[in-house]
C-alpha cells in the first residue's frame, strides 16, 4: 500500500462523471421511486395529521398536522440518504461490482466515495423537492422560506449520506442495515422532535437529543418550512457538520481498508 | 492491478502519452450496451463527440451493432466478453489487460475472441492477458511467463520453451493395454509420465515407438508435438491443487 488509509480525502474532477452514472440510472427507473418517494411519508402524514391532530390541535401554537409535516420532511431526507449510501451503494460496491469497473479507468476509489456521498445528497433532495410540492399543493404551507428548506436538508443529506457510509464500508451484507436503521435511525426519529417536542423528554433525554443531527436538522427545518427564519443556525449547522466531516473521513479510512487491504 | 492500487497518480495514470485499460465484466444492468461504452468513456475524462464517434467502430470492431440497444442481460457470454473489451478499447488505449478473456466460451465464441484480439496486436497495441488455456496462450503470445503459486516458474516465448524444456514428440497411449504398453517399451521414449489410466510418451524420434505400437491392435495411440499443456504440466506436476 503506497498511501496511508488515513491519508486525508483526495478528490478529483473525475467524481462528476460517477455522479452523473448514478443520476443516469436514476433516470430510467425514476418513475416508480419518485411514486414510492412521495407516497410513503405522505401516508402517515395524511394519517397522522389529520387524524391525530383533529385531537391534538396545536403544538408550540402550530396545527399538528403542520408540526408534523415541518419534522418528517427532515426524517424524509435522512432516510433517503441512508437508504441511498446503504443499500444503493453497497449494491454497486458489492453486488455489481460497478466501484471495481470504474477505477479499472483513471477513477480513484476517493472519487467514487466523493461522489456516492454527493449522489445520496442528491437524491435526498429530489424526495424532499417531491415533498415539499405536495406540502404546497395540499396548502399545509406556502412560504416562500420553504424555497431555502431544500439546500439546509441537501445538507443534511451529506450529513446522513457520510455517516451512512461508514457502515457501508463495514457491512458484509444487506442483512447488516436493519441495525443501522433499527438502532440508529428509528429511535434517532422518536428523540428529535419530529411527532412531539423534545421538552417533553426526560432532562437527560433532552441533552442527548441536543446533539443528534436529526435534531439539528428539525430545528433548521421546522421555522424555515412554516415561514420564520430560525432562531438559533449556528448550533445545528455545527452539529450537522461535526457529523458529516467525521463520518466522511472515518467512512473513507474504512472504504480505503474494505479496497486496499 | 491497477484496481488494487490507492495511489491514484501512480497507478491510474497513464504515464509517458500510453494509455492502458483493464477489462472487467462488471455492467452497469439498467443501461444498454451504448450506454454502457458512453458511462465508462466519461470516466477516462474523453470529450462527449470523441466517445460519440468511437462507440459506432467499437460495437463493430465487438460485432454487437445489432445489439447496441440490448442491455447486458439480454447478451450472450460471448457477446458480453466482446462488449467488456469493447469497453476496455474506449480510450484507445496502447495496453490491454486482460483477465481470462476467453474462460467460458464456447468454441465458435472464443475464436471469434482470438481474432479480434490479433487484430488488435497487428494494430500495434499490447496485450498482457492471463489464462488458463495453453493453446491460447501460445496462438496469441509472443512472450509467456509461466506463474503457479504467484512465482514466475518459467519465462520466454513459446515455442523456445517448449524446445528447452520438452522432448519434440508425445505419444499419448489410452486404456486398459496403456499401463502394459508403458513396462514394455519405457525404453523407447526418453520420458514416460501417468495420468489416470493414461500414458505419456515424450521423445525425439518417436518412429520406433509408433511402430511397436502400431503392431498391437488393442491399444488406442495418440502421436503429437509437444506443446505448452505438457510443458505446464512438466513444470507444475500433474496433481490436482487445492485453490490456494
Known amino acids: ?261 | 492491478m491497477p484496481s488494487g492500487c490507492p495511489y491514484r497518480r501512480k497507478c491510474a495514470r497513464p504515464s509517458s502519452g500510453s494509455a492502458w485499460s483493464a477489462s472487467s465484466t462488471a455492467w452497469t444492468p439498467d443501461f444498454n450496451c451504448i450506454e454502457n461504452l458512453r458511462v465508462y468513456g466519461r470516466y477516462f475524462g474523453l470529450k462527449r463527440a470523441e466517445i460519440e464517434a468511437r462507440i459506432p467502430k467499437l460495437l463493430e470492431f465487438a460485432s454487437l451493432q445489432s445489439k447496441a440497444a440490448a442491455k447486458p442481460g439480454e447478451l450472450s457470454g460471448g457477446m458480453k466478453r466482446r462488449l467488456s473489451l469493447a469497453r476496455a478499447l474506449i480510450n484507445d488505449p496502447d495496453l490491454l489487460l486482460l483477465d481470462e478473456p476467453t474462460t467460458g466460451l464456447d468454441p465458435q465464441a472464443r475464436h471469434l475472441m482470438w481474432e479480434r484480439l490479433q487484430n488488435l496486436l497487428q494494430q500495434g497495441k499490447s496485450i498482457l492477458l492471463t489464462t488458463h488455456f495453453m493453446d491460447e496462450a501460445e496462438r496469441l503470445c509472443d512472450r509467456l511467463l509461466v506463474l503457479d503459486h504467484g512465482r514466475k516458474i518459467a519465462e520466454g516465448r513459446p515455442r523456445e520453451l517448449i524446445a528447452a524444456h520438452l522432448e519434440s514428440d508425445v505419444v499419448e497411449v489410452y486404456g486398459d493395454g496403456a499401463a502394459d504398453a508403458a513396462l514394455r517399451h519405457v525404453g523407447l521414449a526418453e520420458r514416460v509420465e501417468t495420468s489416470g489410466e493414461t500414458r505419456f510418451f515424450y521423445l525425439r524420434e518417436p518412429k520406433p515407438l509408433l511402430q511397436a505400437l502400431g503392431a498391437d491392435h488393442s491399444i488406442r495411440y495418440l502421436h503429437r508435438p509437444a506443446n505448452l499443456e505438457d510443458l505446464f504440466l512438466k513444470l507444475t506436476g500433474r496433481q490436482i491443487r487445492d485453490e490456494a
Open chain 1, 1 to 261: 500500500m503506497l498511501v496511508s488509509a488515513y491519508a486525508l480525502p483526495r478528490v478529483s474532477w473525475r467524481f462528476l462523471p460517477v455522479l452523473q452514472r448514478n443520476l443516469l440510472v436514476w433516470i430510467k427507473l425514476a418513475g416508480p421511486s419518485i411514486l414510492g418517494n412521495i407516497a410513503e411519508p405522505l401516508i402517515p402524514l395524511v394519517a397522522f395529521g389529520y387524524g391525530l391532530g383533529a385531537m391534538i390541535g396545536q403544538i408550540d401554537g402550530l396545527p399538528y398536522i403542520l408540526y408534523l409535516a415541518s419534522g418528517s420532511i427532515a426524517v424524509s431526507a435522512t432516510m433517503a440518504a441512508s437508504f441511498e449510501a446503504l443499500y444503493s451503494a453497497f449494491s454497486r460496491m458489492q453486488m455489481q461490482k460497478t466501484w471495481e469497473s470504474i477505477m479499472n479507468a483513471p477513477v480513484s476509489l476517493d472519487d467514487i466515495v466523493f461522489a456516492e456521498m454527493l449522489w445520496a445528497a442528491l437524491k435526498a433532495m429530489f424526495s424532499v423537492a417531491a415533498i415539499l410540492i405536495v406540502l404546497f399543493v395540499m396548502n399545509i404551507s406556502r412560504a416562500p422560506t420553504m424555497l431555502l428548506a431544500l439546500p439546509v436538508l441537501g445538507f443534511v443529506g451529506i450529513t446522513f449520506a457520510s455517516m451512512a457510509l461508514v457502515f457501508n464500508a463495514l457491512a458484509k451484507g444487506y442483512d447488516f442495515f436493519t441495525y443501522y436503521f433499527t438502532l440508529v435511525l428509528t429511535p434517532m426519529t422518536f428523540l428529535s422532535g419530529v411527532y412531539f417536542p423534545i421538552s417533553q423528554m426526560p432532562e437527560w433525554l433532552q441533552v442527548i437529543a441536543h446533539v443528534l443531527p436529526l435534531s439539528a436538522a428539525v430545528e433548521l427545518v421546522r421555522p424555515l418550512i412554516i415561514g420564520q427564519w430560525p432562531e438559533h443556525w449556528l448550533g445545528p449547522l455545527a452539529v450537522l457538520a461535526a457529523y458529516a466531516v467525521v463520518g466522511y473521513y472515518i467512512a473513507l479510512v474504512l472504504t480505503r481498508r474494505r479496497f486496499f487491504r
